[in-house]
């Protein structure tokens, strides 16, 4: 069975600091992997995915992740977060399953 | 494009009452599924529709029912709400099985 873990369920970060939010998976087989945001009262959105090929992955407001298949690992890191970033986010995994989300973590950022 | 959309945004029940929350897509894509998000415990699979004229459980899918009226639209059905259904609900889609999934905005459900 596939399984995602979101070690951090909550982040308090200041404002343009750094940040690196921490996803493990477990899967037997090759997955995909990807890591949406949510902001207060809305749906997901996508972040960014691996699906192949190089293994650090840019997405979308200046957010990127790197895979790391020894350490079965997708952190997701930004330099220098702003105000806008606060947001749950959520990683998830595919692998010979459905798609699996992890609990996800609340990203705070601290003026 | 809209994208996906739900309707209501907002519901209150009374517990036995019964609904059905709307789920369309445009972008012509063949999977659809329902979440329950709910504090702490990330979203978890209701069911979902691999394609047009097919639907299976996913990891919670007792107290609902789901139908795939054509490929656009995929609604979900509490026959009787219990509390343990007040939840916010979100539906999906996807260009194939298991791939990158779409979100809609989601329908905050409360059962008194």
């Known amino acids: 069975a596939q399984s995602v873990t979101q070690l951090d369920s909550q982040v308090p970060v200041f404002e343009e600091a750094p940040v690196e939010l921490r996803c493990n998976y477990s899967?037997?087989?090759?997955?995909?992997l990807f890591w949406y945001v949510q902001y207060p009262n809305q749906g997901l959105q996508l972040l960014l995915k691996?699906?192949?090929?190089?293994?650090l992955v840019k997405g979308i407001n200046g957010f990127e992740a790197e895979f790391n298949k020894s350490q079965t690992s997708f952190h997701l890191r930004k330099p220098s977060v702003h105000i806008s970033d606060t947001a749950e986010y959520f990683c998830a995994v595919i692998g010979n399953e459905k798609l699996t989300f992890g609990t996800g973590t609340r990203l705070t950022i601290i003026p | 494009n809209a994208g996906v959309t739900q309707t209501p945004k907002f519901q209150v029940l009374k517990t036995g009452q019964s609904m059905t929350l709307q789920c369309a897509q445009d972008?012509?894509?063949?999977?659809m599924y329902w979440y329950r998000q709910d504090p702490g415990m990330g979203l978890r699979l209701i069911y979902y529709?691999?394609?047009?004229?097919?639907?299976d459980k996913g990891e919670v899918p007792n107290g609902y029912n789901v139908s795939r009226l054509n490929k656009r639209e995929f609604s979900l059905r509490l026959e009787s709400a219990a509390p343990s259904q007040t939840s916010v609900y979100f539906c999906a889609s996807s260009p194939q099985d298991w791939t990158e999934q779409f979100f809609g905005p989601g329908t905050r459900l409360t059962v008194l």
């Open positions: 972008m012509n894509h063949n999977s």
């Open positions: 899967s037997s087989v090759s997955v995909y």
């Open positions: 529709s691999a394609s047009e004229g097919t639907t």
């Open positions: 691996y699906l192949s090929g190089s293994t």
